[in-house]
């Protein structure tokens, strides 16, 4: 059965809801007026994102510390998890399966606000450690899932091979796993980085007074006071973004 | 290290759940915080909240259904398409965009001063309030999830085999009769998640609502956090997340069950 032309109307037409709003944020990033209305071209939004707003810069390094730990701790502790699973049967194996899959779908303000509750019995203060946790507790179930996803097209006679050939546990890991594992762990970290980057809901809830990240920057400029530098920042994050996921499409296939 | 993965998650998900729960069954301080004398109170308050329960209900609910009406051509024919990988990327960058920028973004597209506005100003119809209203709320839960359905849908649609479909077709089946009688059941699985993927997380919205929602559109999400934050009612505020994380964990005790059969 070949698509019709009605599947494929859906198709450019879901292609063009996609990209349309996200298009129209980059030409407004250029318009001279404040409101909508095109008003002629101008940088100034640019100009002044650089050399004015010096708090979006600080909380795009808080964002960028957060999401590198904490993507390289969930990556580790995923990828380590994700074959021990896969190599040995373990009897904790159906309680790790259901506690992965239920982050999945608890709702973030459910998980942001129970951190939060967690944080402040533990009399912990609020800030870029508590923003961490957080950040590795939500990706490291997706870091676990798309390593052994990517594990289960493992052929497992390769490390039957290894072993006759007279390989240790040790060496069958880093000789045979953990190279034919390597596009499935960039394809971890690369989504549990985008995850953190991303997140806004339940980092709103654990961050601290000076550990604002770049989404909570956003939302208060969104919330209080249009200034054009957002479309300028949204700009930046957009074309960051599209051209980050062409550069790493290889890997990108990995994560579905 | 299978153990510190485990103990994680129960440290830092399941403890903190935890907490919300047994707060519920407690008494409010004035100033936040609660009292530890045992009390269904917060369970009272629940059904004052009927109206904003169905409401969320049935704005994530509609949201959903556009989402699978739309996921389904999609990701039949992202999976039927040489394009494949192209089109799969394409899908996915707008996930990876940052999602309040594409909250933010409708805001530009659908507000008084809009771009849609501003084309109805010169046809001279007056500004149309299309924001802060569940249609916006629908609007863009759809936005935000559509690439939550379409993934599960084309990794179910990848396995069906053209030659089933073109069976049905050839033993004189109309298309519609073989989307609905062949092609549906095939992909019931990946329906199933994608139901479970997009209307869970809708269901708790919290940024869409609180951005592009009004006073008629106001969430669950919304409701737990101002109880939490603004009336300082942590009890209530528990309640109100059991009776969301009840939903989301029955929904994948289902999933699990089905997947587990099949």
């Known amino acids: 059965m070949t698509p019709g032309r009605f599947i494929k109307t859906v198709v450019i037409l879901t292609m063009v809801f996609f990209y349309l709003p996200l298009a129209i944020v980059i030409i407004m990033s250029f318009n001279a007026a404040k409101s909508p209305a095109w008003a002629g071209f101008t940088l100034r939004w640019y100009v002044e994102l650089f050399t004015r707003e010096y708090s979006v810069w600080n909380s795009f ?10 993507s390289v701790i969930a990556t580790f502790i995923g990828t380590v998890t994700a074959v021990e699973l896969y190599w040995r049967k373990t009897r904790i194996e159906s309680t790790i399966w259901f506690l992965t899959y239920l982050p999945f779908v608890v709702p973030d303000v459910i998980i942001g606000i129970s951190l939060l509750l967690l944080f402040s019995m533990l009399k912990m203060q609020l800030g870029l450690t508590t923003i961490i946790l957080a950040h590795i507790t939500f990706s490291i179930p997706y870091t676990m ?79 209080f006071g249009i200034s054009p530098t957002v479309n300028a920042i949204s700009t930046f994050m957009i074309v960051g973004t599209i051209f980050l996921g062409f550069i790493l499409r290889k890997f990108v296939k990995y994560i579905f | 290290m299978r153990y510190v993965y485990l103990l994680w998650l129960i440290f830092l998900f399941v403890l903190p759940i935890s907490i919300i729960f047994v707060y519920s069954f407690l008494e409010p301080q004035i100033y936040g915080g609660v009292q530890w004398n045992f009390t269904l109170n917060a369970y009272r308050y629940l059904p004052k909240y009927l109206n904003l329960i169905w409401r969320s209900i049935w704005i994530a609910g509609t949201a959903t259904l556009i989402t699978l009406v739309v996921a389904l051509p999609v990701s039949f024919y992202i999976a ?23 909250i933010y973004a409708w805001k530009i597209v659908l507000g008084n001063n809009g771009i849609i506005n501003q084309f109805l100003n010169l046809l001279g119809f007056g500004p149309v309030q299309f924001l802060y209203n569940p249609f916006a709320v629908i609007l863009v839960i759809v936005y935000t999830y559509l690439p939550f359905a379409i993934l599960p849908l084309y990794a179910a649609m990848e396995k069906i085999e053209n030659s089933i479909l073109e069976a049905s077709l050839d ?44 006073v008629s559109s106001r969430m669950i999400g919304n409701e737990i956090v101002r109880q939490l934050m603004t009336i300082r009612n942590w009890p209530v505020a528990s309640a109100m997340s059991n009776l969301l994380t009840l939903i989301a964990l029955l929904s994948i005790i289902i999933v699990m069950k089905r997947r587990g059969k099949s």
Request: hydrophobic content about 55%.
């Open chain 1, 61 to 70: 390094k808080n964002s960028l510390i957060v999401a590198i730990v904490s």
């Open chain 1, 145 to 223: 899932m798309i390593v052994y996803s990517r594990l289960q097209d493992f052929d497992k006679n390769i490390i039957e091979a290894a072993y006759d050939l007279g390989s240790t546990d040790l060496q069958v890991f880093y000789r045979v796993i953990i190279p034919n594992l390597v596009p499935g762990i960039v394809a971890a970290f690369l989504l549990a980085f985008t995850l953190s980057i991303d997140d806004f809901v339940i980092t709103f809830f654990v961050a601290g007074p000076g550990s604002t990240t770049l989404p909570i920057q956003i939302y208060s400029m969104i919330r």
């Open chain 2, 171 to 214: 033993l004189g089946a109309s298309k519609m009769y073989t989307f609905t009688r062949v092609l549906l059941p095939n992909v019931r699985m990946g329906l199933l998640t994608a139901f479970v993927f997009v209307f869970v997380p809708a269901l708790g919205s919290y940024a869409i609502p609180d951005l592009v929602g009004g």
């Open chain 2, 80 to 102: 039927k398409s040489r394009l494949k990988n192209f089109l799969l990327l394409l899908t996915v960058v707008p996930f990876w965009t940052n999602s309040l920028i594409r």
